[in-house]
């Protein structure tokens, strides 16, 4: 059965650190979404592609992550400086279209210590 | 904005008893609505998603509703099971994105 694959699981950084994300989504889903949750909350968006274009960034703190998903395929998410405030779930989903059914990964778990 | 709440935020039951989840959204202008589970520590797993022209979907054990005039949704849950135990988020899709839900943590008692 396909599935969103996402690496790393778990992430545990020093405060100004870099770290980066990888999300591959399913096979031929154009859609590709990266959410944060943060833990007893629902997942927030932090960005949306279509293709390898940016639909939505708007909740993106801009001046310290950044997202590319270069070949409209696999989708990398950074942090720099990582800030005690950013530990939580980090979640990849995909889906066929927009406003289709949406399919997740497992998440990374980042810590900023 | 749209905003999306869900009740109750926990639920405890004995096995074997049917419940309700609650999902309500303020803009009613929506095109589907997916019901996703979510177990501690991982990503969401997808229960059952409606479309806005349909009233109804169901899937073994789970029957999700959806009323876009009151802006709400149930997900019904026959004969619970332990295994059932999770945090069940609802979505909306607003838009073209999904707008979450809290959840509601589920506990389902032997």
């Known amino acids: 059965e396909a599935e969103v694959a996402q690496s790393p699981r778990y992430k545990i950084t020093e405060k100004s650190q870099a770290v980066a994300f990888w999300c591959d989504p399913i096979s031929g889903h154009a859609t590709l979404y990266w959410y944060r949750q943060i833990l007893g909350q629902g997942p927030e968006l932090l960005v949306q592609?279509?293709?390898?274009?940016?639909?939505?960034d708007s909740q993106l703190p801009k001046d310290r992550f950044s997202a590319e998903r270069l070949k409209g395929v696999d989708s990398t998410l950074k942090i720099q400086p990582a800030e005690l405030g950013d530990s939580a779930m980090y979640l990849c989903?995909?889906?066929?279209?927009?406003?289709?059914?949406?399919?997740f990964g497992q998440g990374t778990r980042l810590t900023v210590v | 904005k749209q905003e999306v709440t869900q009740i109750p935020a926990a639920l405890s039951v004995p096995e074997g008893e049917n419940l309700v989840l609650n999902c309500s959204f303020t803009d009613s202008a929506i095109y589907n609505l997916q019901w996703f589970r979510q177990d501690p520590g991982k990503g969401l797993t997808s229960l059952l998603l409606?479309?806005?022209?349909?009233r109804e979907q169901t899937s073994g054990r789970l029957n999700a509703s959806l009323d876009k005039s009151s802006g709400r949704s149930t997900l019904y849950i026959a004969a619970s099971q332990p295994g059932d135990s999770a945090t069940y988020l609802c979505?909306?899709?607003?838009?073209?994105?999904?707008?979450f839900g809290p959840g509601t943590r589920l506990s389902v008692l032997p």
């Open positions: 979505a909306v899709v607003a838009g073209q994105n999904f707008v």
């Open positions: 989903a995909s889906s066929p279209w927009p406003n289709t059914e949406a399919f």
């Open positions: 592609f279509q293709d390898e274009s940016v639909v939505d």
């Open positions: 409606i479309q806005s022209s349909q």
